[in-house]
């Protein structure tokens, strides 16, 4: 069964960069959208950034756009979140999550979407 590892977190300054990998086992992602989410202590889990299958179409949240960038490696089986000019409020805990085949479109992903496979996070934490 497909399981997914989060890895590449740590504490930056803001305006620092980070990549965040998504690492799948048990089944390759060549069928599966990914999902990018993240969640700060006390609020929802929100939808960050989707990757789908086969055309590689991308969606974003309004709030990272142009900082982010979404992109896939079906060889290694990874997911990447390369995260640029972060922002105190980019900070929380990052979870990956697979969707079959696409994202719903554009815009970030949904968590009622996505099934509910979700790896041990990784924490992206920006302050001075």
């Known amino acids: 069964q497909l399981q997914l590892v989060e890895s590449g977190g740590g504490s930056v300054q803001p305006g620092g960069s980070l990549r965040l990998s998504c690492t799948a086992s048990g089944e390759t992602l060549d069928f599966y959208a990914i999902g990018w989410f993240r969640q700060a202590p006390g609020k929802e889990r929100e939808g960050v950034s989707c990757i789908s299958a086969g055309d590689d179409t991308t969606g974003y949240a309004e709030s990272v756009k142009g900082r982010f960038t979404i992109s896939r490696d079906n060889a290694k089986n990874t997911v990447y979140l390369q995260m640029n000019n972060l922002k105190p409020e980019d900070t929380g805990v990052y979870y990956c999550?697979?969707?079959?085949?696409?994202?719903?479109?554009?815009?970030?992903?949904?968590?009622?979407?996505?099934?509910?496979?979700w790896g041990q996070g990784t924490l992206v934490t920006v302050s001075s």
């Open positions: 999550a697979p969707k079959w085949y696409y994202c719903s479109g554009s815009g970030p992903p949904s968590v009622k979407e996505v099934l509910e496979i």
